[in-house]
């Protein structure tokens, strides 16, 4: 079983920056893929960001140049460094571990390849 727990929501205003972190445990979190998600009130989840076990990134078109995902695989943690923000990035944000090491595409956009999931974390942006 693996246990994720994100941290690092709150209330920002138009233009900041926060990081969110997302701790993992329960397996070898360096063999697998992340991602980062994001469901706003009365919309459906969406992906906002991948990091492939290699090192490879993935990223929403609406949040590309804005948000950067890392991970520290000494710590078990993946991270997701938002700058610029923007109203419409208020959501809950969620990572996910992802079923395999490797992704591309298709394949790191899909919420069933990702096995495990956060509680979550409220991130509020106001204009």
């Known amino acids: 079983q693996v246990q994720l727990v994100e941290s690092g929501g709150g209330l920002v205003q138009a233009g900041g920056s926060l990081r969110l972190s997302c701790a993992a445990s329960?397996?070898?979190?360096?063999?697998?893929?992340m991602g980062w998600f994001r469901q706003a009130p009365g919309k459906e989840r969406e992906f906002v960001a991948a990091l492939t076990g290699g090192g490879g990134t993935y990223y929403a078109d609406s949040v590309k140049g804005r948000f950067t995902i890392s991970r520290d695989n000494n710590k078990n943690t993946v991270y997701l460094q938002m700058n610029s923000l923007k109203a419409e990035d208020t959501a809950v944000y969620y990572c996910a571990a992802h079923r395999y090491y490797y992704c591309s595409g298709y394949g790191c956009y899909r919420q069933s390849e990702y096995d495990y999931w956060g509680q979550g974390t409220q991130v509020t942006v106001s204009s």
């Open positions: 329960g397996r070898t979190f360096s063999n697998y893929a």
